[in-house]
């Protein structure tokens, strides 16, 4: 047995793009290894053959901004020899008269044997021709020469190009390098016109150009180490926890923010992690710690400092991908320091300007903010939002939910001004929550600026829904204002493309519906919204848009709550009234699904029905 490593060396990936792309070839390159019976998983506990489901030991992946390899051990040197029993043509058909037909000849070839090699076999549909054919196994060198590209060539990408003119294949980025070892020995697979070898790359600054000699696969990580690449994911991950705490430590009685999502991102930014502490002045914090914080995060990749009450400190954390000394570093944090000063001048001076324009005064602004092309624009969102939120807060009413009528229409008809401000310009990821911000800053009121702020949370399966129920309803409001309206002009999801994110507002109605106590049922939402929207539904949209709902509360009891798929089968067959209602169903049946009577209700039912 020998062990096997394959290198691919690019141009700068995108750092988003990397730990799926990472995951995928070690899955690409051990699947194929076990198709073509080159490694062998472990036995099922019980004995019963292999167990798919475990993982493959022996098998390490590496990613670095500018590599992704994969090295398993244990690999055959040769494919295990091998023998098929192939089926041909049935015997009558075979041969007539004793003599064989030409389907038993056209068998002959395609299995490779001779007349004196056919036998005959009884199956339960009849008598068939059959050979047992000898496969000798092909070499690893041979094979994995073969294979290796087109597996290299399948790795999917949200994003490929084309860099050679004339030439078929495409990948992320032009591939600059490829190193293939089986033990000591090369295999000299081409892809994108590059032969593999063993050379690699250290890191571009640090160690420079020169190349690096792998002379077995078990040397890799070492001999990367010493060109100042940590080609492993999560010892870059833990080499930047140390970093960041290290740094943290010389600002008394501080820590540094965590932020899971940055932290994987400036992982797979880097080769060679250090981390600089930088300094801004106290006269920032007087702006609110939602801008500052994304200033820093989302276009500096700076982590923020608190201190020990959790308010924001006049400190940040910038990862960087080098090493230098003393004075190289104060350089840096200086450079570091003078790009954050004009990002938050330039926030202050937009966050200064805007409040002369109140957002009362911007809802007629919003005529110009295009929606969409044939829905018009957002000032007729707004229009549209009002009628159905007002819709959806008097059936709450109806039912006993205390309501703040004034302050939810105000922060309906507002939701969507902070769209002509210059602080969502500049930074589009505060929409809604500098709008929150700007209510609060001109005396809207607090149920105004956290319900405007709250508008568009849920995001994603783990985040909370809106606090207040005025938040809530205007999130359903404008979630199922949208819905409606999308699906009326023909624009409802297809397959895998959905351009307006109608999955992710259905999946926050479900959400917002299940976990909030409002007590609206899901076909009664869509009734209200479709009566208050500025097109007639069709009887085909309806219908859409019906199983469309269905379809987003299986996504929710399945995905989100963790319930077995006959579970919620048997749930959405029974008919749906309200989301809390199927939530309280799929838990209760999940509850008895394995209890003696309910097996016994379900054997008596199942012959009822077969009978009737």
């Excluded at 073509?36 to 493959?56: C, K």
């Excluded at 090493?323 to 001076?349: K, M, P, S, T, Y």
């Excluded at 602004?365 to 229009?383: A, I, N, P, W």
Aim: aromatic letters at 6%.
């Amino acid at each position: 047995m020998a062990d096997l490593l394959l290198e691919v060396g690019l141009e700068e990936i995108p750092a988003r793009m990397i730990a799926a792309a990472e995951a995928e070839l070690t899955r690409r390159v051990s699947d194929l290894l076990l198709r073509e019976r080159m490694l062998e998983r472990a036995p099922a506990p019980d004995g019963a053959g292999a167990d798919t489901s475990a993982p493959l030991p022996g098998v390490v992946s590496y990613s670095t901004p500018r590599r992704l390899a994969v090295s398993i051990q244990g690999v055959l040197i040769r494919q295990p020899d091998s023998e098929e029993l192939l089926t041909g043509p049935s015997w009558k058909v075979a041969f007539r008269d004793g003599e064989p037909t030409a389907a038993a000849l056209a068998f002959l070839k395609k299995a490779g044997v001779d007349r004196s090699a056919l036998a005959k076999i009884t199956t339960p549909k009849g008598e068939y021709v059959s050979a047992t054919v000898h496969r000798p196994g092909r070499s690893a060198q041979d094979l994995l020469r073969e294979r290796l590209p087109g597996e290299i060539a399948a790795l999917s990408w949200p994003k490929s190009m084309y860099w050679r003119p004339g030439k078929p294949e495409h990948f992320v980025r032009p591939v600059q390098w490829l190193l293939c070892l089986l033990e000591e020995a090369v295999i000299p697979l081409e892809f994108a016109g590059v032969r593999a070898g063993k050379l690699t790359f250290g890191h571009r600054i640090l160690h420079g150009s020169a190349p690096v000699s792998i002379a077995r696969p078990a040397d890799y990580s070492a001999a990367l180490q010493a060109a100042f690449v940590l080609a492993e994911a999560a010892a870059r991950r833990h080499r930047i926890r140390k970093a960041l705490d290290a740094a943290t430590r010389t600002v008394p009685g501080a820590r540094w923010r965590e932020d899971e999502p940055l932290l994987e991102q400036v992982t797979h930014l880097t080769e060679w992690p250090t981390a600089v502490l930088g300094r801004f002045e106290d006269e920032y914090l007087a702006l609110p710690e939602e801008v500052l914080v994304t200033v820093m995060r989302d276009h500096q990749k700076y982590f923020a400092i608190e201190d020990e009450g959790g308010r924001l400190s006049p400190c940040f954390l910038a990862v960087l991908n080098t090493e230098v000394d003393a004075q190289g570093l104060a350089i840096i944090r200086h450079g570091n320091e003078r790009v954050l000063r004009a990002r938050f001048n330039d926030a202050r001076f937009f966050w200064n300007h805007d409040q002369k324009v109140p957002l009362t005064a911007r809802v007629e602004m919003l005529r110009t903010v295009t929606f969409q092309k044939t829905l018009g624009s957002y000032y007729d969102k707004t229009e549209i939002n009002l009628r159905v939120a007002r819709s959806f807060a008097s059936a709450a009413a109806a039912r006993g939910i205390i309501l703040d009528h004034a302050a939810l229409e105000k922060a309906v008809l507002l939701a969507k001004t902070d769209l002509t401000t210059d602080l969502v310009k500049e930074f589009t990821e505060l929409q809604g929550i500098i709008g929150g911000l700007y209510a609060r800053a001109q005396g809207l009121g607090e149920t105004v600026a956290q319900a405007i702020s709250a508008q568009y949370i849920p995001a994603s399966a783990d985040d909370p829904i809106p606090a207040s129920p005025e938040a809530q309803i205007l999130g359903l409001a404008d979630r199922m204002a949208t819905i409606v309206e999308m699906f009326a002009i023909g624009l409802e999801p297809s397959g895998s493309k959905d351009p307006f994110a109608l999955r992710r507002a259905g999946n926050g109605v479900i959400k917002i519906l299940a976990e909030s106590g409002l007590p609206l049922e899901l076909m009664a939402v869509r009734q209200m919204a479709s009566e208050q929207s500025s097109r007639p539904e069709s009887t085909t949209s309806t219908d859409s848009l019906a199983l469309f709902l269905k379809d987003r509360l299986d996504f929710y009891l399945r995905e989100m709550r963790g319930y077995a798929y006959d579970v919620v089968n048997a749930v959405l067959a029974a008919g749906v009234s309200s989301v809390p209602d199927a939530v309280a169903r799929a838990q209760a049946l999940t509850a008895v699904r394995g209890s003696s009577d309910m097996i016994a209700i379900s054997t008596a039912f199942k012959r009822i029905k077969n009978i009737l």
